[in-house]
């Protein structure tokens, strides 16, 4: 939608918020969106959910003077996107996307979000077990991760992604490993071939991760007291 694009340009644009009159306009811009939004579901597609709620948090929206309708914003489209996803058969609908999933999972979690997000999260784990050949690598990434972050314990929905991360264990990146492994330590599940194949190319792949990602994955093996050969 015109107002989904609109947003995810201004998040992109940077805008220099030093300019007091030039900040105040913006926000209300994103005011009239915060207010706007939950009376638009029937017309608002999960993409455009993903893209929305994400560009309010690239933005850290949730800082500034309209954090309040801001947040209720975020609780109110928590509820409309869980129904529309109970709603929905599974993810071979056209407008029901692994990648908008996953999307929405990371923005709730990137915001800390509280317990009104519980029944979403458990929707997008029921619709995401029985589908994870939908997934990609990053899809899969950002989802565990914001399992892991907003502290939602979902043990079969990590035992479905292993079989997905094992597959496809090439096509990840350093900052995708390291996001995979901490997500597995922070739910306690040391999930034995996962970590076999992370550490298998992640030993092809140290001169390339960040310091960050390198600590993420000592932390990750480390807690889980989990040894691998050519990480030692």
């Not at 914003?73 to 029901?96: K, P, Q, T, V, Y």
Request: hydrophobic share 45%; proline share 4%; with cysteine.
């Amino acid at each position: 939608s015109h107002m989904a694009s609109l947003l995810a340009s201004t998040a992109k644009l940077g805008l220099d918020w030093r300019k007091k009159e030039q900040q105040e306009e913006e926000l209300e811009l994103w005011k009239a969106v915060a207010d706007t939004l939950p009376s638009r579901k029937e017309r608002t597609t999960l993409r455009e959910y993903g893209v929305i709620l994400n560009a309010f948090v690239d933005r850290n929206i949730l800082s500034t003077r309209i954090h309040k309708p801001a947040s209720r914003m975020f609780e109110i489209c928590a509820n409309h996107i869980m129904l529309f996803s109970a709603s929905r058969s599974g993810l071979d609908d056209i407008d029901f996307r692994a990648k908008d999933l996953a999307l929405i999972a990371n923005a709730y979690a990137r915001i800390q979000a509280g317990p009104y997000v519980l029944p979403l999260m458990l929707e997008i784990s029921k619709k995401a077990i029985p589908s994870m050949d939908h997934f990609n690598n990053q899809d899969i990434s950002n989802l565990l991760n914001a399992f892991s972050k907003l502290d939602v314990v979902d043990t079969p929905l990590f035992d479905a992604a292993s079989v997905a991360i094992v597959k496809d264990i090439g096509s990840y990146n350093p900052q995708d490993l390291s996001n995979v492994a901490h997500a597995y330590a922070k739910q306690q599940l040391p999930h034995e071939k996962v970590f076999e194949r992370i550490g298998d190319v992640a030993s092809r792949l140290l001169d390339q991760f960040s310091p960050q990602h390198l600590a993420m994955l000592a932390y990750s093996y480390g807690r889980l007291r989990i040894k691998h050969e050519d990480l030692l």
